[in-house]
């Protein structure tokens, strides 16, 4: 008797997408805010290819000229070129807005796993230290460090500046982080790595901080936001970036108060440069989150 034979059902492994893929597909509007975010590095660090005109120069021909093919967004009281100014400013924007996240997570993100390793007094002295830092205002901490540092320009960038912002950071980002390193520090092998005589430091570095990266992009990329905003308040304060420098808070101050009625593009532009920073880095914070949050993913 023939024996037929059944062929083995075959089946397909699922192709995997690459990760820029695979993000672009399950957070479109994280994608969206990645791409403004690209967009507005590219023009601030081309800016000299992409702006057109000196955003310093001064067209007393053309003061307070309407948006044009000259002026695409008009110009401003002294006829310089808004789209110029704006397109500058991003620079200013984006370097205080990166290098004083950095500052603040990386900050807040060792002293959270400090203080959840060791735990004990030293755990207890610095959250009382953070819980004072927080009870203030953040805008209030960092008009009260700025005006303390005063000004300190490197580079043409005031790193009292960004230590101002990134100040108020810590805490927030220090309290998430070590809430992740608290369950990550009760794991069964922390428990091993001592009991085989690891350092504190291989400990940490090798064991801990590797689990705890993915908080602290997710409150590097939503501060990033968080700074530009303030970078903008300081500045439109007076405590910020200084003329002639081209800074978005600094062009809503000063003469585009004077002739808001007679050139609203002075205050308008600049607005939504500054409201299109913070939008698109806050869709791109809240994606990434979703995207490296293992619990929402199920």
Known sequence: MAVT??????????????????????QPLGALGLLVIIVMCLAAAFANLVAPHDPLTLDYAHLLAPPSWTHPLGTDSFGRDVLSRIIYGARTALAVGFLSSILGATLGASIGVASAYFGGRIDLIVQRVMDVLQSFPIIVLALTVVAVLGKNIVVGIDINLIIAIGIPMVPTVQRVVRSSALAIRELPYIDAA????????????????????????IMLTAFVAQAILLEASL???????????????????GA???????????????????????????????????????????
């Open 5 to 26: 034979s059944i062929p083995a059902a075959t089946y397909r492994v699922p192709k995997r997408r690459h990760p820029v893929t695979a993000f672009i597909v399950h």
């Open 194 to 217: 001592r009991a085989a005589g690891f350092s504190h430091t291989r400990i940490i570095f090798r064991h801990i901080v590797p689990n705890v990266v993915a908080p602290y992009l």
């Open 235 to 253: 500045s439109f304060l007076g405590l910020g970036v200084t003329e002639t420098t081209p800074a978005w808070g600094l062009m809503l101050t």
């Open 256 to 298: 585009a108060i004077d002739f808001y009625q007679q050139a609203p593009w002075m205050i308008i532009f600049p607005g939504v440069a500054i409201s299109l920073a913070v939008f698109a880095f806050n869709l791109f914070g809240d994606s990434l989150r979703d995207w490296l949050d293992p619990k929402i993913k199920l």
